[in-house]
């Protein structure tokens, strides 16, 4: 590819997300040459159960497929990978892999811990401290240990970049940095995850709890341990990463009060649905003192005096504390989250020059993520 810029990736986990990357990259190869002057190898590739991969000077992402399939002597397109596939050697530290790929760009798409994102931290750790641009859709990191990460970019004038963190592949992050100048997010309301979407509208239409967590585990919609979804983890960790980053709260997912859907009475989310009504997973954050321009009240579902005991944290520009929280929530068809059902997800966003600006995702599947990535990606290359 004369005249592009190559790219080395070093790629942590190799799940949905990270094979959907690879998918994308090995697809959009051309294109990302010739409208972006940017070609990507991959120098090595991690898994927690499936091997790892360290290739010198690197593979095309349909190489890394292509020995993925073979691990398991699978000869079949990239799309038709058995479970049993596997790469060549086995699994290595992921810090020790990252220091063997020699790449310039860490891609970080482990699953989420979510009692301190220890692993995926010190995967930034290390390839930011190895002078790598970073990538990640774990939203841990973001939750946890922003604002130290995000000082240690810059100290290694490096871009750390996260849009699939919080809303799989819709922009919210870029939407601030790119869109809008000057404005401030001064709270938020949002449906950020769809298992409990499934499982609160199964329940609705008479499926037990149990039949319908196994329904939504073999669609895929689940993380890795669905606890974290059932419990509010995923939520409040997607909660504190937002408001982290657009709002400078200083949150932990541990800071943020959550509901979990597995004492919802069944009764009850029947009886909502008879009345039109939704039962949702509804993220919260509000920062004390400010509300946004006009239609905020009419937006939102709650305002400043609802959060009871909401975690509150310091703003660290001095603009007041934060409050956030995640709760079950009823929904009547007025109010702008009630299409948040299935696999959509949406949020509120509350600012003080643009009042309350609506973003919605129809699809937050893998392959929205994986596009999270792919949007990063460029946006380094490009520096925007």
């Not at 990978?81 to 970080?108: N, Y």
Request: hydrophobic share 45%; aromatic share 4%.
């Amino acid at each position: 590819m004369p005249g592009a810029v190559t790219r080395t990736v070093c790629l942590l986990g190799f799940g949905n997300v990270g094979r959907r990357f690879c998918e994308l990259v090995a697809r959009k190869g051309d294109e990302l040459a010739a409208d972006h002057g940017l070609r990507v190898l991959f120098t090595a590739v991690g898994t927690g159960s499936h091997g790892s991969l360290v290739a010198h000077p690197g593979l095309s992402a349909a190489e890394v497929l292509a020995t993925y399939a073979s691990g398991a002597g699978h000869t079949g397109a990239p799309g038709s990978v058995p479970p049993e596939a596997t790469f060549p050697d086995p699994a290595r530290p992921s810090v020790e892999l990252i220091a063997a790929s020699g790449a310039d760009l860490l891609v970080e798409a482990t699953p989420l811990d979510p009692h301190g994102g220890v692993a995926a931290i010190a995967h930034l750790d290390a390839g930011l401290g190895r002078g790598m641009d970073a990538i990640t859709v774990n939203k841990g990191p973001i939750a946890w240990d922003y604002g130290r990460l995000a000082d240690l970019a810059a100290l290694r004038g490096r871009r750390l970049l996260f849009e699939g963190a919080v809303m799989d592949g819709c922009p919210i992050f870029s939407l601030f940095r790119s869109c809008l100048p000057g404005c401030r997010l001064l709270g938020f309301e949002a449906v950020f995850n769809s298992t409990t979407n499934y499982i609160l509208d199964a329940m609705g239409e008479g499926v037990g709890f149990a039949d319908a967590l196994a329904r939504v585990r073999a669609d895929g919609y689940a993380e890795t341990d669905p606890s974290h979804d059932i419990d509010g983890h995923d939520a409040a960790a997607k909660t504190a990463a937002l408001a982290n980053v657009l709002m400078a709260a200083g949150l932990t997912p541990d800071d943020v009060p959550k509901d979990s859907i597995r004492d919802v009475d069944p009764a009850r989310v029947r009886a909502l649905r008879a009345a039109g009504k939704r039962l949702r997973v509804v993220c919260r954050a509000q920062r004390n003192g400010e509300t946004a321009g006009a239609g905020h009240d009419r937006a939102a579902g709650a305002r400043q005096d609802d959060f009871g005991e909401a975690a509150v944290a310091g703003h660290h520009d001095g603009g007041g504390a934060v409050r956030a929280e995640v709760r079950l929530t009823e929904l009547a068809p007025e109010h702008p989250l009630f299409s948040a059902a299935g696999s959509t997800l949406s949020a509120l966003l509350h600012t003080d020059l643009m009042g309350t600006i609506q973003v919605a995702e129809l699809d937050g599947l893998p392959d929205q993520t994986a596009y999270a990535i792919y949007a990063d990606l460029v946006s380094i290359h490009e520096g925007s």
